[in-house]
C-alpha cells in the first residue's frame, strides 16, 4: 500500500469524474443527437512507431503532440458532435510533454465534460531502457446538454502480478447522465477495454460488467448509448487473416458476442465482416485500416442511424473515429 501511495495509482473507485458540468437546454425526445467515439492514441501522432506496436519510441516530440491536436479539434469541429465518447486523452503524461489534453480540447467549446483516469501513476519504471515515466490516461465525454451526473466503474483487470497492476492500466466505464426534457437521463457509457489480454478471460469479465451497466440502466428506465475500443474482433472475423497481429485475438469464440447477443448494435457481425475495409476502424503501423475495434451498441428506448467510420482522419490516430445519430424514443 506505501508502494501503491507514492507511485500515486488511483485507488480502483477513482478520482472525481466530472470536470465541468456545464449548462444548456436539455435533450428534447425525438430529436436527433449526432456523436462520435474516437480513440485518440493519446495525440502522439503517427510519425513514430511506439514499443507496443513493436517499434522503439516511448515518448512524443511536443511539436508533433500539439500538431496532432489541432488535427484532431478540426476534424471533431468536422463531425460536429453534440455528444463525444474519447479515449485516450493524456493529461500531464511525461510521454506527451506534460500537456493537458483535454484543456486543449475546450476550444471545441463543449459546455459540459466528464473525465476519469484509467492509467494512472506518477512513474512507470517500463520499458526498461526508457521509462515511461509520469502518466495519467482518460477516457472523456463532452456533451451539448450539460452533464447531471458522471461516475467511474471499475472493470475487472487483467491477470497479473501485483507489483505489475501497480503501473498497470485499469480499465473503466465512463457513465455519464446526460439531462433528457422529460426527466429521464441518457446515459452515455464510454469505455475501452484490455488489449494484449491474449486470451487470458480478461476480456470476457470487463463484458460481464459492462452487461450490467446496461442492464441497470435498463432497469432504471434510462436510455443509453455503449461505445468504445472494445479492443476484440466482431464475431465471425477470423484473425487468421491478420498474420503476426493474430497473436492479440487467440479467443476461440469473440468476447463480444454476449453483447451482439443482448443488444442492438447499428450492424451485425455479418455486416461488419462484410463490410470489410468501410468498418474497419483501426490501422496498424505502415498499413492501412484492417480491422474493426470500436463499436456502438444501444438500448431499445434508442435508435441509432448514419452510422459511418471516417478514414479521412487517419492522420491523427491509430484509430479512425465513428459517428452516428441517435434519437431518444
Not at 500538431?67 to 465518447?85: H, N, Q, S
Not at 497492476?165 to 477495454?193: M, Q, S, Y
Not at 451485425?268 to 490501422?283: C, K
Not at 442511424?305 to 491523427?316: D, E, L
Request: net charge neutral; hydrophobic share 40%; aromatic share 8%.
Amino acid at each position: 500500500m506505501l508502494l501503491q501511495a507514492l507511485l500515486g495509482v488511483p485507488h480502483p473507485t477513482g478520482p472525481p469524474t466530472v470536470d465541468r458540468p456545464g449548462v444548456g437546454a436539455p435533450l428534447e425526445p425525438g430529436a436527433p443527437l449526432r456523436g462520435v467515439c474516437w480513440n485518440l492514441q493519446y495525440a502522439a501522432g503517427r510519425r513514430r512507431r511506439f514499443f507496443y506496436d513493436g517499434g522503439d519510441a516511448v515518448h512524443a516530440d511536443v511539436g508533433d503532440v500539439l500538431e496532432t491536436l489541432a488535427g484532431i479539434t478540426l476534424a471533431l469541429r468536422a463531425l460536429d458532435a453534440d455528444v463525444t465518447l474519447l479515449q485516450e486523452v493524456d493529461r500531464g503524461s511525461a510521454r506527451t510533454g506534460g500537456l493537458d489534453e483535454l484543456r486543449a480540447l475546450d476550444a471545441l467549446g463543449y459546455p459540459a465534460v466528464a473525465a476519469t483516469s484509467y492509467h494512472r501513476a506518477r512513474i512507470v519504471p517500463f520499458p526498461p531502457r526508457r521509462w515511461l515515466g509520469r502518466v495519467d490516461m482518460q477516457l472523456a465525454t463532452h456533451s451539448r446538454f450539460g452533464v447531471a451526473r458522471a461516475e467511474r466503474v471499475p472493470l475487472p483487470l487483467m491477470a497479473e502480478s501485483r507489483v505489475r497492476r501497480l503501473f498497470n492500466l485499469r480499465r473503466a466505464v465512463l457513465e455519464t447522465h446526460v439531462p433528457i426534457a422529460d426527466g429521464r437521463t441518457l446515459v452515455l457509457l464510454n469505455t475501452h477495454l484490455s488489449a494484449f489480454s491474449y486470451g487470458d478471460g480478461t476480456l470476457e469479465k470487463q463484458i460481464g460488467a459492462v452487461l450490467e451497466r446496461t442492464r441497470a440502466a435498463d432497469r432504471a428506465g434510462h436510455p443509453w448509448i455503449l461505445a468504445g475500443d472494445f479492443n476484440a474482433l466482431p464475431p465471425g472475423d477470423h484473425a487468421s487473416r491478420l498474420g503476426a497481429d493474430a497473436k492479440e485475438y487467440p479467443e476461440q469464440a469473440s468476447p463480444l458476442e454476449p453483447l451482439f447477443r443482448e443488444l442492438r448494435a447499428p450492424l451485425s457481425p455479418a455486416e461488419l465482416v462484410a463490410g470489410g475495409a468501410r468498418w474497419a476502424t483501426y490501422q496498424p503501423w505502415g498499413g492501412t485500416p484492417d480491422r474493426c475495434l470500436d463499436y456502438v451498441f444501444h438500448s431499445s428506448a434508442v435508435s441509432i442511424s448514419n452510422y459511418a467510420v471516417h478514414p479521412a482522419h487517419a492522420r491523427w490516430s491509430d484509430h479512425l473515429p465513428l459517428t452516428f445519430e441517435a434519437i431518444v424514443l
